[in-house]
């Protein structure tokens, strides 16, 4: 018996549905499944009734269930209070941050806390939110600026800072270029770099919904992973892309990045967030914080 088992138990019987109780332990519902399957062997009971339609807890279930929240609460606590210890004398803050963000805003916010807390090394990692989030649970982080996903973790704390701007990255040579802004009608006929969706969702869900809400159908050439990759794919003539504003400090020679007009409606699908564990004390991280808030308006102007 696991406290991963016991935890999948406990999201199952808080949301009598696998495909939620996956989502919010961020593993896919075959995996889910299985660990309740484990559980259910090694203690040699069914503690769930599963149905094409529905499932539920059986007795021995429902009284086994209350007995893992205990377990898992104190192994919570446990954690928790360990964190704390070892991070009161914490001079190191690692940073996890997707790739718009360690390009755009880091290199701005960075020289200003290293200014004000040089007595703290920080370390940045760049990734994506579906990977960068685990590490906060496991403790291999401490904030990570991710883009919020649709099902949050109740174990983490989510503060929105603000909206990211979208542009498109486009072939110096093609006749869009010498344009100063673009509508999704523009590229109607273009071919587009998008990335996949199940490590980039935001991103690709923005530029596939822009596409379905004007009516129109996303001619997808190519599908990578990187935004580096995206971008050095734009200058090779490949297609267009809808970016981040903050992919134009890319260094990739042959793009031009215009200005893309947008509905209300899609203005928000490039929010940022801090992310951190709930409820865990981190003086490093706090002070991250305070000056994050402080030139918040200034960095939020040039996203």
């Not at 429902?62 to 928790?80: C, G, M, N, P, Y």
């Not at 004398?89 to 916010?109: H, W």
């Not at 760049?126 to 990570?144: F, M």
Request: proline letters at 5%; glycine letters at 4%; aromatic letters at 4%.
């Amino acid at each position: 018996m696991e406290l991963r088992q016991l935890r999948c138990l406990i999201a199952v019987a808080d949301t009598l549905h696998f495909g939620r109780a996956a989502q919010n332990l961020n593993m896919l519902p075959a995996s889910l499944g299985r660990q309740i399957k484990l559980l259910e062997e090694s203690l040699g009971t069914r503690l769930l009734v599963r149905t094409t339609r529905s499932v539920s807890l059986t007795e021995s279930g429902r009284s086994f269930v209350e007995a893992a929240r205990d377990i898992v609460e104190q192994a919570d606590r446990l954690e928790v209070s360990f964190r704390e210890n070892r991070q009161d004398q914490a001079s190191i803050l690692r940073i996890g941050a997707i790739d718009s963000a360690a390009v755009g805003l880091m290199p701005q916010l960075l020289p200003h806390f290293r200014e004000l807390h040089s007595d703290i090394d920080v370390e940045l990692l760049e990734q994506k939110t579906i990977r960068l989030l685990p590490r906060l649970l496991s403790g291999r982080l401490d904030i990570a600026i991710v883009r919020p996903p649709e099902v949050r973790d109740a174990r983490l704390f989510y503060q929105h800072l603000f909206y990211e701007t979208a542009v498109v990255a486009v072939p110096e040579s093609h006749p869009l270029a010498k344009r100063k802004t673009v509508t999704v009608q523009d590229m109607a006929d273009a071919p587009l770099i998008v990335p996949e969706r199940n490590s980039r969702p935001h991103s690709h869900d923005l530029t596939m919904k822009l596409f379905l809400e004007a009516g129109l159908t996303a001619r997808v050439a190519q599908i990578a992973e990187e935004k580096q990759t995206i971008v050095s794919l734009v200058s090779t003539g490949v297609g267009l892309a809808i970016v981040p504003r903050w992919a134009s400090r890319l260094a990739v020679g042959g793009v031009t990045f215009v200005s893309l007009e947008l509905p209300d409606t899609a203005r928000n699908r490039l929010a940022v967030s801090a992310v951190w564990v709930r409820d865990a004390r981190h003086p490093a991280r706090d002070a991250f914080l305070n000056v994050l808030k402080d030139r918040l308006s200034a960095l939020a102007e040039t996203a």
